[in-house]
C-alpha cells in the first residue's frame, strides 16, 4: 500500500442535497411555488442511484439520509482521514435532468448559493464547483461569472453526457469565460439522460451505464480535441473526474492515428493529440480501472509516459476503494507527491488565490 | 494508413509466408449486379424508394469519407467499377503480391442497417449468393462471411441455418451499430443460430442504428466518427458480457472487427472492478467478465495500434493473448495495413505465424 501525505488536495468530493426541498431557501418566491405547487419530486439521477453499491462505500453510508449529506462525517471520513489541505466539491445532483433551461437556471443557481453557504463556508478546506445549466449557454456564462466573484469556487463542473459533444462551438463562451476568469473546467462522470447512455442505445443495467462513462469521457476528449477548443483558449485546463485513467494510453494511439490520417479534415488542431492531452486535459485518481498488482501498475503509468496527468481523489463518499488505500500500490514517493500536490496546485490556479480575499 | 504517405502502389517482397486477411471488402461493379438474384418485386422497390437506413442520407454516408468510397486511390480496377469490385485486380493487388492463403470478405453495402426488414432480408440473402457467385466460388482462398437481417433476430437465424455446413461461409457478420446494444436478447436467435452451426460471429464497427453516435449526441467530424467505433465496440461487448450472451451460448466465439484492440485490457479492468460492486445485478454472471473476453472475443488488427513505442504494443498484445489477433488489411480501404509494416521486430517466429495465419486458420476452420 502507498501512503498518502499530508496537504494534498482531494479534487472530487461529493457533497449531497439531501433533497430537493433543502434548496428552497436558495430559490425565489416563483420557483418556491413552482416546486411545492406541482409536487415535484427529488432530483436523483439513474447514474448514482442511493442505495447503489457504488454510490457510497459500505463503512460511510450513514444510518439514514443520503451518503455526502453530512459535512462531520465528511470531514471525518475524508479531509481529516487524508489530511488534506483543499477539497474540492462537485454536487452531482440531478440538475442537469430537467430540460426546462429556465428551471435548469433556478436550481443551478439554488445549488451554488446553497454550496457555498451549507460547506464551504463552514470549513475552510473546502472549494467549489460551479454547475451551470449547460442549455443555455447565455445562461451558464452568467452564473460562472455571478459565482466566480466568490474566489472559492475553483472549477466549473459539466457532465460527461449531456445535450451535445463538449467541444461543440456553442459551448465555447463557457470556455472563454472559464479562461478568463482562472477556472478549470470539470467534466465528472453520469448522464443528463437526454440522449441515450451509450451509442447503440439503452442498455439494460446501471453497471452498463457505469461502466460506458468511461466511453463518453473518451468520446468527448475526441470532441473537445478536434473542435480545436485548446487551440483557441491554450490556458484552458480541463479535468475528467471519475473518468478512471487506464484506456487513455491506447485511445490517444488510436486517436493519434486518425488524426495523422485525416488531418485536412481538422486543420485547426495544430498539435498532436497526445501534446494537447498534457498541456490542457486531467484525470482524477479514483477510480483506478486496473487490476492491483503493481508490475501492471507500473506499466501503465509507463503507458501514460506522463506523471502530470493524475490529480488525487477520494471520490468520497462513492466505493472506490477500502481502508486508507486511496493510493494504488508501488507508487513513488515522487508520483505521490505530485499527484497528491502539485499537480492540483497546477491545474487549479484560484486554490491559493481563496486564501487572499474573504468571501 | 501507411499509403496516405506513399501514394505511389507499391507492393512489399518482404512476407514470403502465407498470411489471412481477415477484413476484405468486396464490391458490386454496378448498381444493379444483384438484380438476377433479387426478386423483381425488390427491383422496382429499390429504384422506387432506394436504401432506407437508420439516417437520413438517400446516398451516401452521413459523414463524408476522407477518399471517395473510403478507399485506397490506386485501388481503382481498370476495367472501371468502385474500388474492391474486381476479382480480377483484387488478385493482382492484394491476394497474389501478399501471399494470402485465407481473405475473409466482409461486405458492407447490404442489407443491414436497413429500416425496411423484409427489404433487409431480401438484400442479405441476395449478397449471400452473390458471395458464391462472384467471389468463393471464382478463388478458393477467399471465404465468405453471411449477412443477416440484423434487427430481425428470427429471419436472421433462418439465413444462417440455410447455410450451415457451406464451406463457402467461415463467419456470420454484423455490424457494431444497431438500433439495441448488441446483447439484448432480441439479437440472441443470431448467436443461438450461429453456434448451431459452428460459425463464429464477426462485429465489424461501422453502420447506423438510430442513436447518436456519442451519449452526449452527434459530433461533427468523420474523424470523431473513427475514433467513435472503439468506444461503440466498447458498449457493443460490454453489454454481450454483461447480458449473459456468453453464458447462455457457451460455445459461442466472436470477432472484434476493424475497432482496434488496445482498448481490450483497459475495458476487461473498468468491468471486474464494477462486477465487483455490483454483482448482484447481473447474478446470472458465473465468472469475472474479462475471463468472457479471453475464451470468446478475437480481434482483427486493422487499424493496428501504433504507440511509439514498440515495447507498450507488446505488453498489451500479452494482456490480450497473442492466440486472439487477426491480421486483416482492410482492403480497399484508406487506411490499408501493409502486411509487412505493421508488426515491429522483436517478435517470437511462433507468435509472429500465429499472428499473420495460424489464429485465422484454427477459428475458421480452414485448412
Known amino acids: 500500500m502507498t501512503s498518502p501525505i499530508p496537504g494534498g488536495v482531494d479534487c472530487d468530493l461529493h457533497p449531497a442535497v439531501p433533497h430537493l426541498t433543502s434548496l428552497l431557501p436558495y430559490m425565489n418566491d416563483y420557483w418556491r411555488d413552482q416546486v411545492t405547487t406541482r409536487g415535484m419530486t427529488d432530483l436523483v439521477s439513474q447514474s448514482y442511484p442511493t442505495n447503489s453499491p457504488i454510490s457510497s462505500r459500505p463503512d460511510w453510508r450513514p ?17 481529516d482521514r487524508f489530511g488534506v489541505r483543499y477539497g474540492i466539491c462537485n454536487p452531482l445532483y440531478g440538475v442537469q435532468m430537467v430540460f426546462s433551461e429556465d428551471m435548469q437556471d433556478a436550481f443551478c443557481r439554488a445549488l451554488n448559493d446553497w454550496l457555498a453557504k451549507e460547506w464551504l ?3 475552510a478546506r473546502l472549494r467549489g464547483s ?40 456553442a459551448y465555447w463562451p463557457i470556455y472563454a469565460a472559464a479562461e478568463r476568469l482562472g477556472l478549470a473546467v470539470g467534466v465528472h462522470a453520469g448522464s443528463a439522460y437526454h440522449n441515450p447512455p451509450t451509442s447503440v442505445g439503452w442498455g439494460s443495467y446501471h453497471i452498463e451505464d457505469y461502466v460506458a462513462q468511461a466511453t463518453a469521457f473518451q468520446t468527448q476528449l475526441t470532441s473537445l480535441i478536434v473542435e480545436g477548443v485548446f487551440a483557441r483558449h491554450p490556458k484552458l485546463k480541463m479535468v475528467m473526474l471519475e473518468s478512471g485513467f487506464t484506456w487513455l494510453p491506447a485511445y490517444l494511439w488510436r486517436l493519434h ?10 486543420p485547426w488542431v495544430d498539435r498532436a493529440p497526445l501534446e494537447i492531452v498534457r498541456s490542457n486535459i486531467r484525470f482524477s485518481l479514483q477510480p483506478v480501472d486496473a487490476p492491483p498488482d503493481t508490475a501492471t501498475l507500473n506499466r501503465l503509468f509507463d503507458h501514460m509516459q506522463s506523471d502530470e496527468l493524475l490529480l488525487f481523489s477520494t471520490d468520497y463518499p462513492h466505493w472506490q476503494f477500502d481502508g486508507d488505500e486511496v493510493l494504488p500500490p508501488g507508487l513513488s514517493g515522487d508520483l505521490v507527491r505530485k499527484i497528491m500536490i502539485d499537480n492540483p496546485l497546477a491545474t487549479y490556479g484560484r486554490l491559493e488565490l481563496a486564501k487572499e480575499t474573504t468571501p | 494508413m501507411n499509403v496516405q504517405f506513399r501514394p505511389e502502389p507499391s ?40 436504401i432506407q437506413a437508420y439516417h437520413g442520407m438517400m446516398e451516401g454516408p452521413p459523414y463524408p469519407k476522407a477518399q471517395p468510397n473510403a478507399s485506397r486511390r490506386d485501388a481503382w480496377p481498370p476495367e472501371g467499377g468502385p474500388q474492391g469490385s474486381s476479382l480480377s485486380f483484387m488478385q493482382k493487388q492484394l491476394l497474389d503480391p501478399y501471399n494470402v492463403a485465407l481473405g475473409v470478405l466482409n461486405p458492407l453495402a447490404t442489407g443491414q442497417g436497413l429500416r425496411n426488414q423484409d427489404f433487409a432480408a ?44 457451406d464451406p463457402n461461409f467461415v463467419q456470420v457478420l454484423l455490424l457494431s451499430r ?36 456519442t451519449p452526449s449526441g452527434w459530433p461533427s467530424f468523420y474523424i470523431e466518427e473513427m475514433v467513435g467505433h472503439a468506444q461503440c465496440q466498447q458498449t457493443v461487448l460490454a453489454s454481450l458480457v454483461l447480458e449473459g450472451v456468453f453464458e447462455r451460448f457457451p460455445k459461442l466465439k466472436m470477432v472484434m472487427i476493424e475497432a482496434g484492440f488496445g482498448w481490450a485490457p483497459s475495458l476487461g479492468w473498468r468491468l471486474d472492478k464494477s462486477f465487483e460492486r455490483l ?22 488488427t486493422q487499424p493496428m495500434e501504433d504507440p511509439e513505442r514498440r515495447d507498450h504494443l507488446f505488453q498489451t498484445i500479452e494482456w490480450i493473448g497473442w492466440d486472439k489477433l487477426l491480421f486483416a488489411t482492410d482492403y480497399p480501404h484508406w487506411d490499408f495495413d501493409e502486411p509487412s509494416r505493421v508488426l515491429p521486430p522483436g517478435v517470437s517466429e511462433a507468435n509472429r505465424e500465429a499472428f499473420y495465419l495460424g489464429n485465422a486458420k484454427k477459428l475458421y476452420g480452414v485448412a
Not at chain 1, 488524426?259 to 481538422?266: K, Q, Y
Not at chain 2, 454483482?279 to 478475437?298: C, Q
Request: with cysteine; charged share 30%; proline share 5%.
Open chain 2, 279 to 300: 454483482h448482484s445485478e447481473v447474478p446470472y454472471l458465473k465468472r469475472k467478465p474479462s475471463e468472457y473476453i479471453r475464451d470468446h472475443i478475437w480481434w482483427t
Open chain 2, 178 to 213: 444497431n438500433v439495441e446494444p448488441l446483447g439484448q436478447r432480441r439479437y440472441w436467435p443470431v448467436y443461438e443460430a450461429a453456434q448451431e452451426i459452428g460459425l463464429p460471429v464477426g462485429i465489424h464497427a461501422f453502420g447506423f442504428g438510430g442513436n447518436p453516435l
Open chain 1, 257 to 266: 492515428k486518425f488524426w495523422r490520417g485525416i488531418r485536412m479534415e481538422t
Open chain 1, 130 to 169: 460551479i454547475v451551470i445549466p449547460t442549455q443555455s449557454v447565455e445562461k451558464s456564462v452568467a452564473e460562472i461569472e455571478r459565482c466566480a466573484k466568490d474566489r472559492r469556487f475553483v472549477q466549473v463542473l459539466m457532465l460527461v453526457m449531456g445535450d451535445m459533444p463538449l467541444g461543440k462551438r
Open chain 2, 122 to 165: 431480401a438484400l442479405c440473402a441476395a449478397i449471400n449468393d452473390w458471395q458464391i457467385e462472384k467471389w468463393t466460388s471464382k478463388d478458393k482462398r477467399l471465404k465468405g462471411s453471411i449477412v443477416v437481417a440484423n434487427e430481425d433476430g428470427v429471419t436472421a437465424a433462418a439465413e444462417i441455418r440455410k447455410r450451415a455446413g
Open chain 2, 11 to 50: 507492393v512489399s517482397t518482404s512476407i514470403k509466408t502465407a498470411i489471412a486477411d481477415c477484413d476484405i471488402h468486396p464490391a458490386r461493379a454496378t448498381k444493379d449486379e444483384l438484380y438476377p438474384l433479387l426478386e423483381k418485386r425488390w427491383h422496382s422497390h429499390l429504384e422506387t424508394y432506394g
Open chain 1, 63 to 79: 444510518a439514514q439520509g443520503k451518503p455526502g449529506a453530512d459535512l462531520a462525517d465528511m470531514q471525518k471520513q475524508a479531509l
Open chain 1, 121 to 123: 463556508d463552514k470549513d
